[in-house]
């Protein structure tokens, strides 16, 4: 079955540290891969996507590349904040086909600790 | 994302009791989802509805009842549960289900549900 796999957490930073939360992937079919982001005390929101191969999906200086061959979304940002600190999670979903529907298949999150 | 809401957003009740959560959406979504969130698991489908029809009941136990009276409206009837429900619900909705580039889901705050 489809599947979603990322790093082992806690992830503790300083301020302006580089940031990178690896996510790979095992599907069926040809997958949308998503990354949701969960504050403390709040649901998970839509940080970013991609939809096919080779797309990178970016948003608030966070980005990350839909790579086919390693089936991996790794999530990267240049420059982490204290506002960042969150769970992160990766997900996918593949397009239904007859009568499935598309499911959203999620990892199980890895916790973002920033630092000043 | 302020698009679905989702009340109370506390809960604590006992294991007779009987209580719903309620989740909308403001956004002119034809699908909605219940999803659950345990402490070190990721998370896990509960139901989908999809033009107020449910399309996937993912081996939920018959003491969590859902209903969906109109496409912005999602309730999740609750009796008889147990201690191990204790968990975070969240709602989230979708312009629909297939998984296509327009279907990305979104979430509400979620209702922190304790069973005692």
């Known amino acids: 079955g489809d599947s979603v796999t990322q790093m082992e957490g806690p992830v503790t930073l300083s301020e302006e540290a580089f940031l990178t939360i690896n996510c790979t992937y095992t599907?069926?079919?040809?997958?949308?891969l998503f990354w949701y982001v969960q504050y403390p005390g709040e649901g998970l929101q839509l940080l970013l996507k991609?939809?096919?191969?080779?797309d990178k999906g970016s948003n608030k200086g966070f980005e990350a590349t839909y790579r086919k061959e390693t089936t991996s979304f790794h999530l990267e940002k240049g420059s982490v904040q204290v506002s960042d600190s969150a769970v992160y999670f990766c997900?996918?979903?593949?397009?239904?086909?007859?009568?499935?529907?598309?499911?959203?298949?999620f990892g199980q999150g890895t916790i973002l600790t920033v630092h000043p | 994302e302020t698009g679905v809401t989702q009340t109370p957003r506390h809960l604590v009740m006992g294991m007779t009791n009987k209580k719903s959560l309620k989740c909308e959406q403001h956004?002119?979504?034809?699908?909605m989802y219940w999803y659950k969130q345990s402490a070190k698991k990721p998370l896990e489908l509960m139901f989908v509805?999809?033009?107020?029809?449910?399309?996937e009941n993912n081996s939920v136990p018959s003491r969590f009842s859902p209903e969906c009276p109109n496409s912005s409206h999602l309730f999740l009837h609750l009796h008889t549960l147990q201690p191990e429900d204790s968990a975070l619900y969240l709602c989230?909705?979708?312009?629909?289900?297939?998984?296509?580039?327009?279907?990305?889901?979104?979430f509400g705050p979620g209702t922190r549900l304790t069973v005692l």
């Open positions: 989230a909705s979708s312009r629909g289900t297939s998984g296509r580039q327009g279907d990305t889901q979104y």
């Open positions: 599907a069926t079919g040809y997958p949308s």
């Open positions: 991609a939809t096919k191969a080779d």
């Open positions: 997900a996918l979903r593949i397009s239904a086909g007859g009568t499935s529907y598309g499911k959203l298949t």
């Open positions: 956004l002119g979504h034809n699908a």
């Open positions: 509805y999809s033009l107020e029809e449910r399309v």
